[in-house]
């Protein structure tokens, strides 16, 4: 007997359930009583259940629905992305489903679980956290899948990647070109590697123009708070810092803030810099330099790989490399020449 049927009647002897409902449940289907839902939904969890996904879309067949997961629809970024494939695939007559993870694993699993339950007739995963064993599944099934970031492309995969290791050169390089030798790196779940992969790249990049340069990192969450506490810590770490540079814009706009609080002026004490170019970076104060990230074009590609009728054949099974383009403002400047910089206040 295959072991995926031997897991789902395991999952319906705990759950004292009949395996049709638990596959009810798995595929979000017919009303199930909700203390049902909950006993096999626990069952499910507490022995690790893991459905085959190439067989549950064969199962069903597909629906004039697309999804997109995204790691945090808080950060306009990605909700940039995803108003691009909704307009496109709205135009085909489709409609998107989306999933946020907040960065969690396992919210991903079961949200890709909800997805295929929903029987989409392809995927889009905006995420930076990915397990393997999960991008190997989801290449066996039979609807096209996109990434961004994650993954790697293989007969119905495609991979989209933005080539940060040259956003970042460009601007640790502009930013040096000013005088900067003292870098701060705000980031945020700083293990993931499509996070931590900018602030290696900063350190090697500072690294080769100067030895002596140095930079302090500090992670914090991924939003305006998150920027705000993250400079806190590097300001706390009693290093002077001629320029911060963070991993995303809205981070940015955060680290502001808390700059501006403590009284410092940006750029004249302090540079700052983000990343992504989402909208607000031109408004907020003052104008953040940034890396401009093509949101728009990722959506595209998206819409192109996943809905008919488009030019899916042409991407389906490639890896897209997009370079980012560096974008100055008033956020940035050159070093000041001030023999003492200021010490900031002290927290009552």
Not at 17 to 34: C, F, Y
Not at 103 to 115: A, D, F, H, P
């Given at each position: 007997m295959p072991r995926d049927t031997v897991?789902?009647?395991?999952?319906?002897?705990?759950?004292?359930?009949?395996?049709?409902?638990?596959?009810?449940?798995?595929?979000?289907?017919?009303?199930?009583?909700?203390?049902?839902?909950?006993?096999?939904?626990?069952?499910?969890?507490e022995l690790g259940y893991?459905?085959?996904?190439?067989a549950r879309s064969l199962a069903g067949g597909s629906s004039r629905t697309i999804g997109v997961i995204v790691s945090n629809m808080e950060n306009p970024f990605f909700f940039d992305i995803y108003k691009t494939v909704e307009s496109g695939a709205r135009a085909s007559g489709y409609e998107v489903v989306?999933?946020?993870?907040?960065?969690?694993?396992?919210?991903?699993?079961?949200?890709?679980?909800?997805?295929i339950g929903r029987r989409v007739s392809g995927l889009a995963i905006i995420v930076s956290e990915m397990d393997a064993a999960l991008t190997e599944s989801l290449s066996k099934?039979?609807?096209?899948?996109?990434?961004?970031?994650?993954?790697?492309?293989?007969?119905?995969?495609?991979?989209?990647?933005?080539?940060?290791?040259?956003?970042?050169?460009?601007?640790?390089?502009?930013?040096?070109?000013?005088?900067?030798?003292?870098?701060?790196?705000?980031?945020?779940?700083?293990?993931l590697d499509?996070?931590?992969?900018?602030?290696?790249?900063?350190?090697?990049?500072?690294?080769a123009l100067a030895p002596g340069m140095t930079v302090y990192?500090?992670?914090?969450?991924?939003?305006?708070?998150?920027?705000?506490?993250?400079?806190?810590?590097?300001?706390a770490l009693k290093f002077d810092p001629t320029a911060i540079i963070c991993v995303n814009d809205i981070m940015a706009v955060g680290a502001l803030r808390e700059l501006r609080e403590e009284g410092y002026d940006v750029p004249g004490d302090i540079s700052v810099c983000g990343f992504d170019n989402i909208t607000l970076s031109e408004f907020c104060?003052?104008?953040?330099?940034?890396?401009?990230?093509?949101?728009?074009?990722?959506?595209?590609?998206?819409c192109d790989c996943l809905l008919p009728g488009r030019s899916a054949a042409s991407f389906e099974?490639?890896?897209?490399?997009?370079?980012?383009?560096?974008?100055?403002?008033?956020?940035?400047?050159?070093?000041?020449?001030?023999?003492?910089?200021?010490?900031?206040?002290?927290?009552?």
């Open positions: 897991k789902l009647e395991e999952v319906a002897r705990r759950a004292r359930v009949s395996g049709s409902t638990v596959s009810r449940v798995l595929n979000n289907l017919s009303v199930v009583k909700n203390s049902t839902r909950m006993r096999v939904l626990k069952a499910v969890e893991q459905p085959n996904l190439h989306i999933a946020n993870t907040n960065y969690s694993s396992e919210q991903l699993v079961k949200s890709i679980r909800l997805m099934g039979p609807i096209p899948v996109v990434f961004y970031d994650v993954g790697k492309p293989s007969q119905r995969i495609t991979n989209i990647r933005v080539n940060y290791e040259r956003g970042v050169r460009t601007l640790v390089e502009y930013l040096c070109s000013l005088g900067h030798r003292s870098f701060g790196f705000v980031s945020h779940h700083a293990a499509p996070i931590n992969i900018r602030l290696q790249t900063v350190l090697e990049v500072t690294k990192s500090a992670s914090r969450e991924d939003d305006l708070e998150g920027g705000r506490l993250a400079v806190r810590d590097l300001l104060y003052p104008p953040l330099t940034t890396v401009h990230i093509p949101r728009d074009r990722i959506g595209q590609i998206v099974g490639s890896e897209i490399i997009l370079d980012p383009q560096l974008v100055v403002r008033e956020s940035t400047g050159l070093v000041s020449s001030h023999s003492s910089r200021r010490v900031p206040r002290k927290r009552s």
